[in-house]
Each structure stands twice: as structure tokens, then as C-alpha cells.
């Protein structure tokens, strides 16, 4: 009886352990920043004109990113929120897609990605994407409704986070997780994440204050991100409302890997925003 008491006390004692590390190191399982760090990539690789951008938050931090401009005249403008690992030079598809369909592209770095200053947080990232609105809105005098909210991952929380605070023409979410705890209780369902949590990022919460049209894209093949998580991201939206269905794993069936979803999100955006023919 001894023996099994103390070993008892051991695996409580390691589980305890187990719960405090979760608790305070959680941030370093939700961002990675530090994925290929260095900027492999520039539009002007590409032969696109572009302007680099520096934005400052409510809060003094320094944003940088990437204003692309559409070949010609611009059908709507895209704000790319994008996810949790690497920088915007690791998204050169969805450059290339929205430049071919005649989109202005506005991409940046959350803090403490990339080039920009500080360290990633919840209320840091929406800071982040208030100013790159303002951005936009402001100093480029972009009509909100010609505005789309891409996000893709997280960047689908922290976009619709934005949708529900400003009202653009239309919103995406590509890969997007309902929230962070539920999406953690799936991964660690040893685990009380639900009382550990200390990050929402509840996108199917901000989906009930947001009145725009909304395309929800997922992969039944999404190994990270269950697909079961758009199909319900997809029910809380009101109408109007699509949802697109891709194919393969999280990091691998993006939009642009297949000509007809570049075409369906055009259709898309066509629909919502009113862009000229």
C-alpha cells in the first residue's frame, strides 16, 4: 500500500507539474515566430511593385508589411491576416493568386514576427490588425466595403475578430479552428484546457456580430484544424454565406493550389464587394 501510495504521488505530482508548464508556457505552442525567421522572399522577385510598410499600434509597436497593388485597376483590396507560423515572405502564392485576379494585397507581420517589433500575444494581434485597417482606411482611403478580410488559421480568428469590430465588404476563413480551446481539447484530451486556457481567439463567437458575407474554406484532410471545425464556423454565420470545400492536409490544400478555388473565391469576392466587371 505504501509502494502504490507513492507512486501515486508521483504521477499527481508529475501531472501538477505537467499543468503548470502547459499554463505558463502556452504561448510557445501557439505562436512560432521563429520559423524560417529570415525573409526568403519579396514581391519584387516576382516582378510585382510593391511598397514596404511600417504601421504603429495603439500600443507603440512596429508593424511591417506589404502593400501590392493590382496590375490595373484594383477589383477590391485583401487584408491578409495570416497564421501562427513563419512571416509574410512564406506567403508568395497568395501574393501571386490575388495579384492575378486584379486585388490590391495588404499583407504584414503580427508583432514579433518577421520584421516587426515586440512579441505575439491575444490582444497584441488584434491591435495589430486595427492598425492595419486604419492603414488601409486611413492613409490609403480604401472604402471598408472594398475591403476583404482574408485569414487564413489563426489569422482567421484575428480577422474575424476585425470583421466584428469594423464592417468590410466581405470576410474569408481558410482553415480556421472555432477556438483555441476547443480546438486544444481535441489535441490534449488528457488535459483540462478549458480552465488552463489563457488565449480564446473564439472565432465562431465573433461570426454572431458580424453582418457580411462570409466564405468559409476547409479541407476534410485537415490534420491540424478538423474539418468538423468549418462546418460549424459555417453554421454560426449568417447569411450570406459559402462554403468551399479544398483538399489536403493543413499546410498543403491552400486556395491557390488549384486554379477552380482561385476562380470560386473571385466569384466570391465578385459577389460581395460589387467589383466591376
Same mark, same amino acid.
Given at each position: 500500500m505504501r509502494m502504490l501510495l507513492k507512486l501515486i504521488l508521483f504521477i499527481a505530482a508529475g501531472?501538477?507539474?505537467?499543468?503548470l508548464l502547459v499554463f505558463f508556457a502556452q504561448s510557445h505552442l501557439i505562436y512560432f515566430p521563429q520559423v524560417e525567421r529570415e525573409y526568403t522572399f519579396t514581391p519584387a522577385q516576382e516582378g510585382l511593385a510593391y511598397?514596404?510598410?511600417?504601421?504603429? @499600434?495603439?500600443?507603440?509597436?512596429?508593424?511591417?508589411?506589404?502593400?501590392? /497593388?493590382?496590375?490595373?485597376?484594383?477589383?477590391?483590396?485583401?487584408?491578409?491576416?495570416?497564421?501562427?507560423?513563419? =512571416?509574410?515572405?512564406?506567403r508568395r502564392d497568395y501574393l501571386l493568386t490575388f495579384y492575378r485576379l486584379g486585388y490590391n494585397t495588404f499583407i504584414f507581420d503580427y508583432r514579433g514576427y518577421g520584421k516587426s517589433s515586440g512579441s505575439p500575444s491575444e490582444v497584441g494581434?488584434?491591435?495589430?490588425?486595427?492598425a492595419a485597417w486604419q492603414y488601409l482606411t486611413e492613409k490609403?482611403?480604401?472604402? /471598408?466595403t472594398h475591403i476583404v478580410l482574408f485569414g487564413?488559421?489563426?489569422?482567421?480568428?484575428?480577422?474575424a475578430w476585425l470583421a466584428a469590430k469594423k464592417e468590410p465588404g466581405a470576410l474569408v476563413l481558410a482553415s480556421v479552428f472555432t477556438s483555441v480551446p476547443d480546438l486544444a481539447t481535441e489535441l490534449y484530451p488528457f488535459l483540462p484546457v478549458r480552465l488552463l486556457s489563457r488565449f480564446q481567439?473564439?472565432?465562431?463567437?465573433?461570426l454572431k456580430a458580424i453582418t457580411c458575407p462570409v466564405l468559409v474554406v476547409h479541407s476534410p484532410q485537415d490534420e491540424i484544424v478538423p474539418f468538423a471545425h468549418g462546418q460549424?464556423?459555417?453554421?454560426?454565420? @449568417?447569411? /450570406?454565406?459559402?462554403?468551399? @470545400?479544398?483538399?489536403?492536409?493543413? =499546410?498543403?490544400?491552400?486556395?491557390? @493550389?488549384?486554379?477552380?478555388?482561385a476562380m470560386a473565391l473571385d466569384e466570391?469576392?465578385?459577389?460581395?464587394?460589387?467589383?466591376p466587371d
Amino acid at each position: 500500500m505504501r509502494m502504490l501510495l507513492k507512486l501515486i504521488l508521483f504521477i499527481a505530482a508529475g501531472y501538477a507539474a505537467l499543468l503548470l508548464l502547459v499554463f505558463f508556457a502556452q504561448s510557445h505552442l501557439i505562436y512560432f515566430p521563429q520559423v524560417e525567421r529570415e525573409y526568403t522572399f519579396t514581391p519584387a522577385q516576382e516582378g510585382l511593385a510593391y511598397e514596404s510598410v511600417q504601421l504603429t @499600434t495603439s500600443d507603440n509597436e512596429t508593424l511591417h508589411g506589404w502593400f501590392v /497593388p493590382a496590375p490595373s485597376t484594383a477589383k477590391a483590396t485583401i487584408l491578409f491576416l495570416h497564421g501562427n507560423a513563419g =512571416n509574410i515572405a512564406h506567403r508568395r502564392d497568395y501574393l501571386l493568386t490575388f495579384y492575378r485576379l486584379g486585388y490590391n494585397t495588404f499583407i504584414f507581420d503580427y508583432r514579433g514576427y518577421g520584421k516587426s517589433s515586440g512579441s505575439p500575444s491575444e490582444v497584441g494581434t488584434y491591435q495589430d490588425a486595427l492598425a492595419a485597417w486604419q492603414y488601409l482606411t486611413e492613409k490609403k482611403a480604401i472604402s /471598408p466595403t472594398h475591403i476583404v478580410l482574408f485569414g487564413e488559421s489563426l489569422g482567421g480568428a484575428v480577422a474575424a475578430w476585425l470583421a466584428a469590430k469594423k464592417e468590410p465588404g466581405a470576410l474569408v476563413l481558410a482553415s480556421v479552428f472555432t477556438s483555441v480551446p476547443d480546438l486544444a481539447t481535441e489535441l490534449y484530451p488528457f488535459l483540462p484546457v478549458r480552465l488552463l486556457s489563457r488565449f480564446q481567439y473564439s472565432t465562431i463567437d465573433y461570426l454572431k456580430a458580424i453582418t457580411c458575407p462570409v466564405l468559409v474554406v476547409h479541407s476534410p484532410q485537415d490534420e491540424i484544424v478538423p474539418f468538423a471545425h468549418g462546418q460549424a464556423l459555417f453554421q454560426a454565420a @449568417t447569411e /450570406p454565406k459559402q462554403f468551399l @470545400t479544398l483538399q489536403g492536409g493543413h =499546410n498543403v490544400g491552400f486556395i491557390f @493550389t488549384r486554379r477552380e478555388w482561385a476562380m470560386a473565391l473571385d466569384e466570391f469576392i465578385h459577389t460581395s464587394v460589387g467589383v466591376p466587371d
